[in-house]
DNA sequence: CGGCGACTTGAGGGACGTCAAGGGGCGTGG
DNA sequence: CCACGCCCCTTGACGTCCCTCAAGTCGCCG
C-alpha cells in the first residue's frame, strides 16, 4: 500500500479505528485469539480531504470505512476515471486486484479507513462462519448496487441518471425535514459526474433543471434538499413496480 | 418464481442437476443432513433457448447454472433492458431483490438452472464455513465484473466496450486456435448491446471495423476468432499496467 | 430449398461532450 | 470579523459520437 500526497496523520488511535470495524462486522463471541489476529493484518490508512491510498495492484483489499467518506475509483487510458462506488462510514470497499483497470480509494472529506489484504481476511473469517456471513451480506449489497448502477450507465438519459443518484444518496444519508430529506453532499459536482458516466458540466444544468422544477433546492455547493422524494423517483427511469400502489 | 412461454421440459434429472451443484460448491465433507437441506430449498428452472425466469421481485435468489448458459437482465421503464452479466454452466448469478428495477433470468441456449432463496441458503452454508468462503469468493468475482464493466458503462467508446466485451468473453469461453483464439459467442448481437449500453447497430458497425482492421474474424453468425489477443486488448481503453512489461 | 429473423449498411438527427468565459462559495489571512 | 482569492460551479455555443429510422442481405432451421 501506498499513500499519496495528501495522506496525514490524524486524530484517532489505532485501538479505536479497530474498534469500530470489531464493533461493525466482528459478533460479541469472536474469541480473543481470532481479533488478535484480524488486528495484525490490518493497515491503519488516514487520508486528508482528498487524499488518495494506492494499493498492490496484484492484491485485492477490503477496506473499512471507519471515519469519515470516500470514493472507490477505477483509472482508464487516456487520465479517465470512473468513480465506481461511493462509501460513507461503517461500510466495507472491495479494492479489485490483478484487473485491467487500475484502482484506488480517495477521501472525499478527512477519512480513516482499515485495509486488509482479502485472502488473509477470508482466511481468518473462515474460522468464524458469522464474520463470513456478514462479510458475504455486506458484498452482495455491494453487488447489487453495482447491477443497479449498470442500469443506469447502460440504458438512462442524463436526468434519470443524477435523479437515481439523488434517490440513492437520500435513502443513504438524507435526514428528514418536514416531509422530505435534506442531505449535504460530501462530493464534488465532478465526482457525480464520474460516478454517472457524465460530464461536470452536465450534471450542473440537470441540478439546474431539477432546481427549476421544484424537484431539489440547493444552498451552497452541497446542501440538497428533496420536498418530496416521489417526484424524484418518478424521474429516475425505474421500472413501475406492481406493488408500488400495495405499498 | 414463475417461468416464461419458453419454459420447457428437458432431460436432466433433478438429482443430476443438484450433483452438479454440489460438486461446485459443497466440500467433500459436507455432512448429509446439510446436503439434504440445501436440496429441499432448491428448485429447479428449465429453459428452452431464449426462455426466461421471472422471480418473486421482493425475494432474492442465488441462481446456479447447471447447464447451458443465460443472462441476467434488468429492466428499466420505457421497455429498456440492460443485461447485467452473462453466465456460463458452473456459475453463480445473484439476482436482486427488493430492487427499483425488476430482473429476470433468460436463456441463451437450452439451460437448465437451480435457484435458491438466498436467505435460506446463507443459513444453511453458515453451518460450514467452507461454502459460505466459496460463496463469498464467487460473489466477490461477480463484483469485480460489474466494478469493471461500470469503467466500460461510464467512459468507453463503442469500440474500447466491444474489444473490452471481446477480451472478457475470449479469457472465459476461447479456445485456443494456432496463436489465437476461437469461441462460439452464444447471444445475439442485441445481447451484446444490451450488455454494452450500445444498439445492436452498433455493435454490427464495431464488428465491421474490428474485421476490416484484421483484429477478429467471424465466420457465421456466432463463431469469432481473435488471431492476436494482444492487439484486441490494446484497443480495450484499459489501463497501462507498470507490469505489464515485466508479466 | 424457402422463409423468417438476425445481421448489415446507410443517412440523418439528437443528447451529451468539449471548449470557453464568467460568477460565487468557502477557506485563508490579515 | 471582513476582505481576498482560488477553484468549483454555472452557463453558453458548438461539435461529435452514437441513436433512430429505414432498407437490404444473409445465415440458419424447418
New interface residues.
Given amino acids: 500500500m501506498r499513500s499519496g500526497p495528501n495522506a496525514v496523520a490524524m486524530s484517532t488511535t489505532f485501538p479505536e479505528l479497530f474498534d469500530r470495524f470489531s464493533a461493525a462486522l466482528l459478533p460479541a463471541e469472536t474469541p480473543d485469539a481470532t481479533i488478535l489476529r484480524f488486528r495484525s493484518i490490518a493497515r491503519a490508512i488516514r487520508l486528508d480531504s482528498h487524499g488518495h491510498a494506492e494499493f498492490d495492484?496484484?492484491a485485492?483489499q477490503l477496506a473499512f470505512v471507519c471515519v469519515g467518506s470516500a470514493k472507490?475509483v477505477?483509472?482508464?487510458?487516456?487520465g479517465?476515471?470512473?468513480v465506481?462506488s461511493f462509501h460513507f462510514a461503517g461500510e466495507l470497499a472491495?479494492v479489485?486486484g490483478g484487473?485491467?483497470?487500475?484502482?484506488s480509494i480517495e477521501a472525499l472529506t478527512p477519512c480513516e479507513l482499515l485495509a486488509f489484504p482479502?485472502g488473509e481476511f477470508?482466511d481468518l473469517?473462515?474460522?468464524e462462519?458469522?464474520i463470513?456471513?456478514e462479510?458475504?451480506?455486506r458484498?452482495?449489497v455491494?453487488?447489487?448496487r453495482?447491477?443497479?448502477?449498470?442500469?443506469a450507465?447502460?440504458?438512462?438519459t442524463a436526468q434519470e441518471r443524477v435523479c437515481?443518484f439523488l434517490?440513492g444518496m437520500t435513502e443513504r444519508i438524507g435526514v428528514r425535514q418536514g416531509n422530505g430529506f435534506a442531505m449535504r453532499l460530501p462530493m464534488s459536482r465532478r465526482d457525480i459526474a464520474?460516478?454517472?458516466?457524465l460530464t461536470n458540466e452536465t450534471i450542473s444544468r440537470q441540478f439546474a433543471e431539477l432546481r427549476m422544477s421544484g424537484i431539489i433546492e440547493t444552498s451552497g455547493r452541497s446542501l440538497v434538499t428533496v420536498p418530496d422524494i416521489g417526484s424524484l423517483?418518478d424521474l429516475?427511469?425505474?421500472?413501475?413496480?406492481p406493488?408500488r400502489n400495495a405499498a
Fill in positions: 495492484p496484484k485485492e472507490l477505477a483509472r482508464a487510458s487516456g479517465r476515471e470512473q465506481v472491495c479489485p484487473a485491467l483497470h487500475a484502482y482479502v477470508l473469517a473462515r474460522s462462519p458469522a463470513l456471513s462479510v458475504c451480506d458484498v452482495m455491494a453487488l447489487h453495482a447491477s443497479e448502477k449498470s442500469v450507465l447502460g440504458r438512462k437515481s434517490v464520474d460516478a454517472l458516466g423517483r429516475g427511469g425505474y421500472m413501475q413496480l406493488e
